[in-house]
């Protein structure tokens, strides 16, 4: 019998239904949904455990093809026994406590082992859809769904996340994405061996007799240059950087491969280029270089040392002894200052310059590399242009969305107070660019208040939040921390999002995936598609 796909199903209800076509292509090309992958204690289950279950899964999965030879399925068994009797013999529970750098790899191993497929088979049953009912396709480059990351940048209340610690989960999860990109642009050598191209890839190639191929293979070079300069970065060496033999920006490796799509469709070769070549290119276009975008977390309290520490060495006074009118004023002053605050022969306390460290480190790493810096504990204004004065002295060259997390139930009550005084600000509405994220949590709030009477304050914090920034014409991001338990927010995805309050989502949204939820919702390619 065979089993309508819930997907398919889904989409074509959706579909079918009462909505304006144009509409919804359009709602779908900026759709942005962010699901951003943190590690948490409730996750005990081991790498290589989670590995075996998903090779189970595959041999179940082939025994039930009924037309299997008598041989085939006798070597299936004995490779299920084989699976089965190794896990019975490994222990269940890590014996030793897993380091940031390991909860980054593990979250790796669940994009390598099912998203990186997930994501353009999702994008293709999608565009099938769509085809099918209105004639149109989607975008090349459509990435409604992208994924961050918590893994190595959270360090609020965790002494081992440190400036050294995120420089190499961000070089390990630039090198996952290049192992990966290596291993589809080599079954792409073998594909293309095409020898009509367009006038524009021949003259990329000078006349090449396989044009398609002497371009992938130079790609391919490439990668494993950046694979082996990440290696030697992963390392602890320092070599230089050669940008003309690496890829080094998205668009060394998006460039040409979008040439090739272009040519083999120019072509009449559009059946080979929505292949492998479309899929690697939605990969990208989901994953970049990058992998992943790693969000900065960090205390409130934080910041607020370094810059206590910094006036009274200064001797202009205690920044934590200042109201919230005068810290506004100080901070300000000098984020529209150009000249230097820091002084040369400074030498601050471990704990400042680990600050100072991180920061220095976001202004090094290129954009897209890097999300959010969230504050955890914030609750005014100055908590916000603290962090944003502290990457302007370290010398960050790109504008970095710098948002609040409100998560006590006082910190929910007041923060629409708190967003409107910000957005009164002149200098704050220009830096914002028309875009304001702003991160509700759930466990916190729920701890500090009972689960009911925080949902309420959540709801209201929402609502309040919304009027504020329809009324700056700001557009609002939300970023929910929720997941897990009850307790923590958790609630089946679509019940969760329909519980938002009206205008909230408004086709952007910022969720947390925490702990063993993400190997219950990704942990295999199908799972992942209907999650």
Known sequence: VCVPDPVDLLLGRMLNGPIDQQQMLNCLKTMDIDLVLTAHPTEISRRTLIQKYAAVVDCLAALENDKLGQREMKQLTLRLRQLVSQIWHTNEIRSIRPTPVDEARWGLATIEASLWQAVPDFLRQLNDQIEERTGKQLPIDIAPVRFSSWMGGDRDGNPFVTATVTQEVLDRNRHAAARLHLKDIVEL???????????????????????????????????????????????????????????????????????????????????????????????????????????????????????????????????????????????????????????????????????????????????????????????KPSDVLAVLLLLKETGCPHPMRVVPLFETLDDLNHAASCITALLNIDWYRDYTKGTQEVMIGYSDSAKDAGVMAAAWAQYRAQEQLVAVCHNADVKLILFHGRGGTVGRGGAPAHDAILSQPPGSVDGRIRVTEQGEMIRFKFGLPKQAVQS
Request: charged share 25%.
């Open 189 to 379: 050598v073998a594909e293309l061996s095409m020898e009509d191209a367009n006038a524009e890839l021949m003259a990329y190639t000078h006349n090449s007799r396989e044009p398609y191929r002497d371009v992938l293979r130079d790609l391919r070079q490439k990668l494993r240059n950046t694979i082996d300069f990440l290696n030697a970065r992963i390392e602890g060496h320092q070599p230089e950087v050669d940008y003309h033999s690496i890829i080094w920006q998205e668009e060394d490796l998006q460039a040409p491969l979008m040439l090739l799509y272009r040519s083999l469709c120019d072509c009449g070769m559009r059946l080979i280029a929505n292949g492998l070549l479309l899929d690697m290119l939605r990969r990208l276009a989901c994953f970049g270089i990058h992998m992943l975008r790693l969000d900065i977390r960090q205390d409130a309290a934080r910041h607020a040392e370094v810059l206590g520490e910094l006036t009274r060495y200064l001797g202009i006074g205690d920044y934590a002894h200042w109201g919230e009118s005068e810290k506004q004023a100080f901070l300000l002053k000098e984020l529209t200052n150009r000249r230097p605050l820091l002084p040369v022969n400074w030498q601050p306390s471990d704990n400042v310059a680990e600050v100072l460290a991180t920061c220095r480190l976001i202004a090094q790493q290129p954009a897209k590399a890097l999300g959010s810096y969230v504050i955890s504990m914030a609750g």
